[in-house]
């Protein structure tokens, strides 16, 4: 059975996306099967590995309100080497559709199901709010990655994440856990970056992992070209620390 890893943070600009996306193209760099699913109704992640999002006649929504099966909506970024299940602004709707329902939380869980024994990793690109598309991918995860930026205001929001995972351990997941703190956009040359840096390390200790995510503009630019940085550019910085961390949660989690 595939790992299912939910990358989240309610604060919004962390590299979260980013995160999700070069993950996912790391671990199938490393031979692994891996599909991502994309939970925020912007579709940022869907549209990095270049598919256009306003072009699907189904994605993500229609398999969580049952009008279709997960493996029909799926869409292969062949360039990259991982399947898509893709989001537009019609998951917003899901939303409503989701809270008025009494299993609405256990929703994305019951669509992976079908499908994990495909994959050696599941990603989930969850949306920068606490809302119910976000419950569902921590009742739906085994583990959660948190991409925290190395700046001013890093801790800010993550206290509330932590309580929340409390909260879907006790309530609808106990089997949840922390698969480690990504520190995201580092500038080694910044005293505040190593500030915040030793301030997780200090707070979170081993949940903190080893690899560290740059500042590097090539990592910017490579959503815009619809490619994952290690298509775009394999000898840069970012790619070679999305290729570290998928080593180290490799090691970690047994994916």
Do not use: W
Not at 75 to 91: C, F, K, M, R, T
Not at 204 to 227: C, D, H
Request: proline letters at 4%; aromatic letters at 4%.
């Amino acid at each position: 059975m595939g790992r299912v890893i939910a990358v989240a943070n309610q604060k919004g600009g962390v590299g979260k996306t980013t995160t999700a996306v070069n993950l996912a193209a790391a671990l199938a760099r490393l031979g692994k099967r891996v599909l991502l699913a994309d939970m925020d109704p912007q579709g940022n992640a869907t549209v990095s590995l270049g598919v256009d999002k306003d072009a699907l006649e189904r994605t993500l929504y229609d398999a969580l309100i049952g009008e279709a099966k997960l493996r029909q909506v799926l869409v292969p970024a062949e360039e990259a080497g991982v399947d898509v299940a893709p989001a537009n602004g019609d998951l917003t709707a899901a939303e409503v559709d989701l809270l008025e329902e009494t299993l609405g939380p256990k929703r994305l869980r019951k669509v992976l199901e079908k499908v994990r024994g495909d994959y050696d990793a599941i990603i989930i690109d969850c949306p920068p709010t606490l809302n119910m598309l976000t419950l569902n991918a921590l009742v739906a995860a085994d583990g959660v990655l948190v991409p925290v930026q190395c700046e001013y205001f890093a801790l800010e929001g993550l206290s509330a994440l932590m309580d929340t995972i409390e909260k879907v351990q006790a309530g609808f997941n106990p089997d949840l856990q922390i698969d480690g703190l990504l520190r995201t956009m580092h500038d080694r040359r910044n005293n505040l970056a190593n500030d915040v840096s030793n301030e997780l390390l200090a707070h979170f200790g081993m949940k903190v992992l080893s690899t560290i995510v740059p500042r590097n503009v090539r990592l910017a630019e490579a959503p815009s070209y619809g490619q994952s940085i290690l298509d775009y550019d394999a000898s840069s910085t970012g790619a070679m620390a999305y290729l570290a961390l998928a080593n180290e949660l490799t090691r970690r989690t047994g994916i």
